[in-house]
């Protein structure tokens, strides 16, 4: 069981935002995916005192001012509220965009590190440079997919006075993270089973944290089931990725927040 990240990690996100430095530069600098950037900052992946080190200094910072950005006298102005309902562009490195774009297309098995590459407008050496192979691009679609997906629900969850608005806001937030990162949800529903046997454990155990989050949420409602209710609603949420894409994601996501309440009994 890893460690709980510490208070200057989950700091790192915001003093890259007030530095004015992109996730992708940030991930390039340290010689790590965006994919495993964007788990550091969320606290999903564990990091070294000797990486925190390094990307304090990278933010032109220290690990002892990371952690003191949360104190209460300071937090409000150093941090920008964060709004579960915006999803903003990503900025992904050339690589994973590509790949994401191919496993979409073609599928995982269909892609080959060669057509990604070309996708990317890169040569095969620059993208094994940063990618050993083509599993360890669709694991770091999967964290990303993850990373972001638990970061705008646990905010949703939070954005609530009650269990039933609570649940709610979950149920549009899937929805609508579904809708509008169409394309790595795609790929999460559809290739979970290629994850290499290394990862899976750690893949499976990141989305069962939602079901068993949603679960809570639907207990405290008074569900008769609330086991089978949780997986009917995620499942049901995180298909509106399989919907017309031009369709307005939050109108989509508010239906099927409605969707949600209804298979919970509000």
């Known amino acids: 069981m890893s460690d709980p990240p510490t208070q200057a990690q989950l700091m790192i996100r915001p003093a890259r935002e007030l530095s004015g430095i992109s996730m992708r530069e940030l991930a390039r600098r340290i010689g790590v995916s965006v994919g495993t950037m964007s788990g550091i900052e969320t606290g999903k992946t564990t990091v070294s005192v000797e990486r925190l080190t390094t990307i304090a200094a ?7 001012s990371l952690a003191e950005i949360v104190s209460p006298t300071r937090v409000d102005d150093a941090v920008p509220a964060f709004d579960w309902r915006v ?8 690589a994973l965009a590509a790949a994401i774009r191919c496993f979409v297309g073609v599928g995982y098995h269909g892609a080959t590190m060669r057509t990604i590459a070309a996708e990317a407008g890169l040569s095969a050496a620059g993208v094994y440079h940063h990618y050993p192979s083509k599993q360890s691009l669709l694991t770091a679609v999967f964290d990303l997919a993850h990373a972001e997906l638990a970061a705008h629900t646990d905010a949703a969850a939070a954005d609530a006075d009650s269990p039933t608005m609570s649940f709610g806001n979950v149920c549009e937030a899937v929805a609508l993270f579904a809708a509008t990162r169409r394309d790595v949800m795609l ?3 559809a290739d979970q089973a290629n994850v290499d046997p290394s990862d899976k454990a750690r893949v499976q155990s990141a989305s069962d944290r939602l079901v068993r989050n949603v679960e809570r949420l639907v207990d405290e409602i008074g569900v008769d089931d609330p086991s089978a209710t949780a997986r009917a609603v995620v499942d049901l949420c ?11 994601p939050t109108t ?4 099927y927040r409605q969707f949600g309440l209804r298979l919970a009994g509000e």
């Open 58 to 64: 990278e933010l032109g910072t220290t690990v002892e």
């Open 87 to 94: 999803f903003p562009d990503r900025d992904l490195d050339p």
């Open 187 to 189: 790929i999460v529903l």
């Open 238 to 248: 995180g298909s509106v990725c399989r919907l017309d894409p031009t369709a307005d």
């Open 252 to 255: 989509v996501a508010r239906l």
